[in-house]
């Protein structure tokens, strides 16, 4: 069976080739892109390609004003007439465009995935095309709504992650998991295998317009930050990272200034909200997590760090209310609230 799908390139390095020692975009990486599928995919004819370029910039150099123009340039299409939607991306912010776009279109009746590679298209070793085929494989077989990401680490089987759980590639390498390292589904002798159910009869879908804030402070914990060193003059909320253990410091022992607790009482004092996450909601929680709470830090449980600030980035966009943004926040658009495993 025939099948149309909406092909969206943003650039990337799955859009880029190698010259002189130096990775960039190339207009011509789509064409090498649909070459190389045509040439490998065993049923290439049975599916039709209609391709559009909003963007072409590598994922380092990416804005959310870019996420409006990936929204715009898809809803501009008549999605009747498509079985389904890839949107080519970066590695470096993959994890943060799958959480933006899998929370914007997440009442999206087809799929949309997100197709990345870890090297340009022409190293005989770059997953970009085994990515992609799977996207289209995912896509053929009537796959689920929503927004995914086939990807495949190096060695290991292709994945399909839900875009509202996908993390940030791990460092030194080009791996990507799942929250709780749990993806979606395993892809193996061309078969789709659920690993994950992905079901909530409590989600709540909402009415969103493609408007995400870039006011929002996103602070990553390390020993010795000094939150003297911010001016929260331009920013309208502050997201803060937390350790593994849904922490950050909450102790005034070495100064005032270190202390996450008296840097959310001086955001009070401005004003402004700070948000942490991720966290797991739990009965027990450490001193320091309860600590920072009491001191008017609010947490986004249950979250990634990922799609905690594209959640608040569309919450700000929508909402002036503080009520209505935590509301917001709690609510399950997308499957983005994970539960202990």
């Not at 949309?112 to 494989?137: I, K, M, R, W, Y």
């Not at 009415?207 to 331009?234: C, Q, T």
């Not at 739990?282 to 709470?293: D, N, P, Q, W």
């Not at 449980?301 to 905690?308: C, D, I, R, Y």
Request: with cysteine; aromatic share 10%; hydrophobic share 40%.
């Amino acid at each position: 069976m025939n099948k149309n799908i909406l092909l969206v390139f943003t650039g990337g390095t799955i859009g880029s080739q190698l010259a002189g020692g130096t990775v960039d975009t190339s207009a011509s990486a789509g064409f090498k892109l649909l070459a190389l599928f045509a040439d490998h995919y065993p049923d290439a004819t049975s599916i039709t390609f209609k391709s559009l370029q909003p963007l072409q910039i590598l994922s380092e150099n990416l804005h959310t004003q870019h996420w409006q123009q990936i929204v715009a340039a898809i809803e501009a299409e008549d999605l009747r007439r498509f079985d389904g939607i890839i949107v080519t991306h970066g590695t470096d912010t993959l994890a943060f465009s799958a959480a933006a776009l899998g929370l914007y279109f997440h009442k999206l009746p087809i799929p949309l995935l997100l197709v990345s590679s870890d090297l340009p298209l022409d190293n005989t070793q770059a997953n970009g095309l085994a990515n992609f085929c799977c996207a289209v494989e995912f896509i053929r077989q009537g796959g689920h709504s929503g927004v995914f990401v086939p990807y495949r680490n190096p060695g290991q089987d292709m994945l399909v992650h839900l875009g509202t759980r996908l993390s940030s590639c791990l460092p030194l390498g080009s791996d990507f998991i799942s929250a709780q390292s749990r993806p979606f589904m395993r892809y193996r002798g061309g078969q789709f295998e659920t690993l994950a159910i992905a079901d909530n009869p409590h989600r709540q879908p909402a009415e969103l317009k493609p408007d995400f804030s870039a006011r929002v402070l996103l602070i990553r914990p390390y020993p010795g930050l000094d939150y003297d060193a911010f001016n929260l003059g331009n920013f309208d909320a502050v997201l803060h990272d937390l350790y593994h253990s849904g922490t950050a410091c909450a102790s005034d022992a070495t100064g005032s200034e270190y202390s996450l607790a008296g840097f959310a009482h001086k955001c009070r004092q401005s004003g402004l909200k700070i948000y942490m996450a991720p966290a797991l909601h739990s009965e027990s929680a450490y001193a320091s997590t309860r600590e920072l709470i009491a001191a008017g830090a609010e947490m986004v449980w249950n979250m990634t760090l990922e799609v905690a600030y594209a959640k608040l980035l569309l919450a700000l966009g929508h909402f002036t209310e503080p009520e209505q943004i935590s509301e917001f926040l709690r609510q399950d658009l997308a499957y983005e609230h994970v539960q202990p495993a």
